[in-house]
Structures are given as structure tokens and as C-alpha cells.
């Protein structure tokens, strides 16, 4: 079992203008991967792009590899001019994952963010708050799949044309100030992913109210596996690699 | 079969291929995907006497067929080194060269003497593309006079066959090959990265924390390959070639310009298994062109008159 593969594309469909699911067949005995890793992708053997990307791991079904990603670069509009039988050489699944929940837990994603978190929900069927935040409907991509995998769902938008209108982390608040005062276990550990200035805030919360909070970071990344310390984030501890120590990382390690 | 082996400075490397500092971490990060005894020989990630914690980020930033990167030198130190990574290293049945650099005189000459006290360093390559606290931040590497100062004083305190890593900053790199090799080098390896700059329009800010970077990737080969050819051409000890190889003709072109071995550097960050790809590629060349000797084809350059 290599963590470095070809793989042929089963099939890269668009969901939206801007969001796009590839799915792909490893063409050789791969490494499960666990809710929160990611691999590093490319669109061929091009010079420019030069460098694979990473994304994170959306669903591992039937031998099949799945990503969902936002058409945002260089790198993810070459991703989706892939086409089914296209070969691909992918490197993963790699980085660590998010601790498994002891019991109910808090999923917060932000954006194109609910790819890392969906297969948490997935794994822990029914026991996860999810918070998803997006800047419009349109980009709430995948909230009924997430939602139908969730205990609850909550939504917000930044333009109010899906859920409620303003920031995820307010309505996080307010559920956790009410859930303080109605259920004895208020102490539900936060998952989250999505922008800096989300997982900013979140870490604040979490703080405040003492709970535990797992954050799935994004930087830039040349390697993905440890070598080039291109993606490094500043924690307590220093400098901390991203792809390796990460991508999650408890929020009070990350100097914000 | 071909003779795949090369000796360079006193080293023998069963196939002329290693990896490029820097780009291979300490060896463990790539040793999952292949059998590291397969390589050349191994050099480590940059280290400096005492741990470097490096820059802020962002630290790279893809360019045309190439990366910028400035990554500030963050190493564990060579304390560290020798007790936590060494003894993985000393696993495999290759040659382990050790990268240092310092940013003064005082620093290399620390790195260095611990280092060759380490049993399982076999070599030492010498960064030299850093700053010179000491002489107003210039480049040790691209002022011939502070250069040959400090692999003097390196070469004086150590035993070990001794590569200096030659900056392509400069204007002349056969006269700063000549330099090394005057000053007791065993061999120059070249090139290091070359500084740019990439500019985020509209921020108007440089992409990267540090302002500038090294550039490295495809996009320098053919620089790389003109600047080992003028300096193979200047000096007698051998010359190890480096800059933007992701193929095996690539590594080609730079055996046939002069290169006794070649490092393969970003393309490890592409494709994870790029310098077992590499030696399988220049085997394959030879045996198609039946030449059974690597030796054959170093320095093989017909140049147009």
C-alpha cells in the first residue's frame, strides 16, 4: 500500500458555477483515510501549475477517492478541466485527522470548509451540531447531504438567502448560551474548518466557555508531507507544520 | 548492466543521484515511499549550529514552472540532528552529507567541527548563500574575499570531504568555483536558488513574509546547466549539478555539461519518489544508447565551434 498512486477519474461533476465534487479510482491498494486528512492533487503532469495541492478528503466509498473543492486559482481550474478516464498521480492520505468524539460534538464549517468536516458527521451519524456558514445559498454546497447526517443544522449566510443572515460564530454563541442553561453537558467539543478569521473567533469562544476545540488549518503547501516546512503555522510551541503536526490542531496550541 | 557508480570527493556513490538540501527533509519524510538505500547519497535538511526557528509566513509561492521560497533556514540545530536523525540515517548504506551554514565565520566553524565529530556524517556541504553579520549582511558566497574567509577557515577545522554550495547570485561562477577549490574544497555543488520576488498586485505587497526568495524549479535548469558547464570548465574537482532536475534527461544534461553527480530538489515536492524515477530513467538511457559506463557520458559535452 503506497501513499503515492495513480488514479483514474471516475468523475469530476459540477454542483454550482463555482464548486465541483472529483471522484477518482485508485489504480492500486491505498490507505483509508480518516475524517480530517487530505491529499495533494494536481491536474497532470504540468510545469505550471508546478506544484500539487492539497484538499481534503470529502468521501472514500467503493474504492473511489471523492473531493470537493471550489474553483478559486490556477490549480483548482486545471482540477476541473479534468475528465473521466483522465490518470492522475495523487499523494495521501496524509496529515492527522480529528480525534474521534467521545459523545455529541460541534462541527463549524465555513465555507468550501464543510469538505473536511462532512466525513466526521458521516463517520458519528446523528451526534454532530453542524454550524455551516457560507457567503450564499449558492454556496452552501452539499447542506442537505451534511444536514440529513447531522443531530441539528444550523445555517448562516452573509446576504441572508439561506438561514439565518451574519456570522456562524453568533449563532454559535447563542446556542451554546442556551444550551448552558438547558442541558447539563454543555461542555460539546468544536470541529471546525473554514477561514482564519472563523477559527479565530471559534478559539475565543472556546476559551471563554472552556471547551475543547479542534481546528483543520489551510496554508500553502509545496510538499504536503513534511519536507519543505513551507506551510509551517506559529503555535505555543514554535513553528508547527501544517501538513505534518496538522492540518488539525487544538485551537489554544495556534498562536492567532 | 551499467556502471551506474561515481566517486566524488573520496565518496563512492553507487549511482550519481542524490537529493538537494532542504527539499528531503532528514530523510524520514520520504522514506515511506521509497528504499533510501537506493539513492546516490542523502543530504540532510540545512543545519546551523544552534536551532533556527526561520520566518514568518508566507514562505513560498508557486511561480511559472518554479517556487520561490524563504523558508529562513528553520532547523532543529546540529546538536539535534546528531542525536534524533542521525541514527535513522545511519540505517541505510549510503553516504549521509550534511548541509550547514552559519551567519558568521564563528557559526560555520561550530556547525562544522560537530558535525565531523558525528560518526555516520560521511560529508559536509557548505551553504554559503547566507548573510555575514559580521560584514554588513553581504552574502558570504557572492563577495570572492568573504568567501574564500570562511572555507578557509571551515576546511582548516575539518577532516571531511568538503562541498561548497556555490550561490548563482554572482557574475562570474567559474571564478567563485575557482575560489573554493583554491581554498582546499573537495568538490562545489551548484546551483542554489535564485533570489526573486513575486508582487501581490493589489496589495502591492511582495507574496512572500521575507520580501524575496530562492527561485528553484524548472524554470532555472537552463541557467543551472550553463553556470555547471562554465564551472566544470574552471576547476578539477568535481562539480555536483543541481537546479530544477524533474527527469532524467534533465539529470542527463547536466552529467553531459560536466556534473559528476547531480541533486534533485523541488521535483521530490511533485512527484515523492522523483529521484528513484531519475536513476531508473538515466539506467535506462544508457542501456538504449549502449554505453556501459555513467563515466562515459560526464563531461561528454560537444560544444557547436
Known amino acids: 500500500m503506497s501513499k503515492y498512486f495513480k488514479a483514474e477519474i471516475t ?4 454542483l454550482n458555477k463555482h464548486f465541483k465534487i472529483l471522484t477518482l479510482t485508485p489504480q492500486s491498494d491505498i490507505v483509508v483515510p480518516q475524517p480530517g486528512q487530505f491529499y495533494m492533487l494536481n491536474s497532470n503532469n504540468t510545469y505550471d501549475p508546478l506544484l500539487k495541492r492539497p484538499f481534503s478528503i470529502f468521501g472514500c466509498k467503493n474504492n473511489t477517492l471523492s473531493f470537493l473543492y471550489r474553483i478559486r486559482g490556477k490549480g483548482t481550474s486545471c482540477l476541473s478541466n479534468l475528465r473521466g478516464g483522465d490518470i492522475i498521480e495523487v499523494i495521501g492520505p496524509l496529515g492527522n485527522n480529528y480525534p474521534e468524539p467521545a459523545g455529541d460534538f460541534i462541527a463549524v464549517a465555513g465555507g468550501v470548509g464543510i469538505a473536511s468536516l462532512l466525513p466526521l458527521l458521516d463517520k458519528r451519524k446523528n451526534t454532530g451540531y453542524l454550524f455551516y456558514g457560507a457567503r450564499s445559498k449558492d454556496e452552501s454546497v452539499m447542506l442537505s447531504e451534511a444536514g440529513a447526517l447531522s443531530k441539528e443544522t444550523f445555517v448562516a449566510t452573509d446576504d441572508g438567502s439561506e438561514g439565518r443572515k451574519g456570522l456562524i460564530t453568533e449563532l454559535l454563541k447563542g446556542f451554546l448560551n442556551n444550551l448552558k442553561s438547558e442541558i447539563s453537558n454543555f461542555t460539546l467539543p468544536i470541529y471546525a474548518c473554514g477561514p482564519n478569521p472563523m477559527l479565530k473567533e471559534l478559539s475565543k469562544i472556546a476559551r471563554e466557555r472552556r471547551i475543547k476545540c479542534y481546528v483543520s488549518l489551510e496554508e500553502h503547501m509545496a510538499c504536503g508531507v513534511g519536507a519543505c516546512l513551507g506551510c509551517v503555522v506559529k503555535t505555543v510551541s514554535g513553528y508547527r507544520r501544517v501538513c505534518k503536526e496538522g492540518s488539525v490542531f487544538d485551537s489554544e496550541e495556534i498562536v492567532w | 548492466m551499467v556502471n551506474l557508480s561515481v566517486n566524488i570527493a573520496g565518496l563512492r556513490l553507487k549511482n550519481p543521484i542524490m537529493t538537494a538540501s532542504g527539499t528531503f527533509g532528514y530523510g524520514e519524510e520520504y522514506s515511506e515511499f521509497m528504499d533510501l538505500n537506493r539513492l546516490g547519497a542523502i543530504v540532510a535538511k540545512g543545519l546551523s549550529a544552534a536551532p533556527r526557528q526561520g520566518n514568518p509566513t508566507p514562505r513560498i509561492v508557486e511561480t511559472p514552472a518554479g517556487m520561490l521560497n524563504a523558508i529562513g533556514l528553520q532547523n532543529i540545530g546540529v546538536k539535534a540532528f546528531i542525536k534524533e536523525k542521525l541514527p535513522f540515517l545511519k540505517k541505510f548504506d549510503i553516504p549521509v552529507i550534511a548541509n550547514f551554514f552559519g551567519d558568521s565565520i564563528d557559526e560555520y566553524v561550530k556547525a562544522a567541527v560537530e558535525l565531523s565529530g558525528a560518526d555516520g556524517v560521511h560529508a559536509l556541504e557548505m551553504n554559503i548563500s547566507c548573510p555575514n553579520k559580521q560584514a554588513g549582511w553581504i552574502v558570504f558566497g557572492t563577495d570572492p574575499e568573504i568567501m574564500e574567509q570562511v572555507v578557509k577557515a571551515v576546511r582548516k577545522e575539518t577532516k571531511l570531504p568538503l562541498i561548497v554550495k556555490l550561490s548563482p547570485n554572482v557574475t562570474d561562477i567559474g571564478l567563485m568555483a575557482k575560489v573554493a577549490e583554491d581554498c582546499g574544497a573537495d568538490a562545489v555543488s551548484l546551483i542554489n536558488t535564485i533570489t526573486g520576488m513575486a508582487v501581490d498586485v493589489k496589495s502591492r505587497r511582495p507574496v512572500l ?27 578539477k574537482i568535481p562539480v555536483i549539478g543541481m537546479g530544477g532536475i524533474t527527469t532524467a534527461g534533465d539529470a542527463l544534461e547536466f552529467l553531459i555539461a560536466g556534473a559528476r553527480a547531480v541533486a534533485v530538489g523541488t521535483a521530490n515536492f511533485i512527484n515523492p519518489t522523483a529521484v528513484i524515477d531519475i536513476i531508473d530513467g538515466i539506467e535506462k538511457f544508457l542501456t538504449d544508447e549502449g554505453i556501459s559506463d555513467i563515466n562515459e557520458i560526464i563531461g561528454s559535452l560537444k560544444i557547436r565551434s
Open chain 1, 11 to 14: 468523475d469530476n461533476i459540477s
Open chain 2, 209 to 235: 513574509a521575507n520580501n524575496t526568495g530562492g527561485l528553484s524549479g524548472p524554470a532555472v535548469r537552463p541557467i543551472a546547466v550553463r553556470m555547471v558547464w562554465e564551472a566544470s570548465k574552471a576547476v
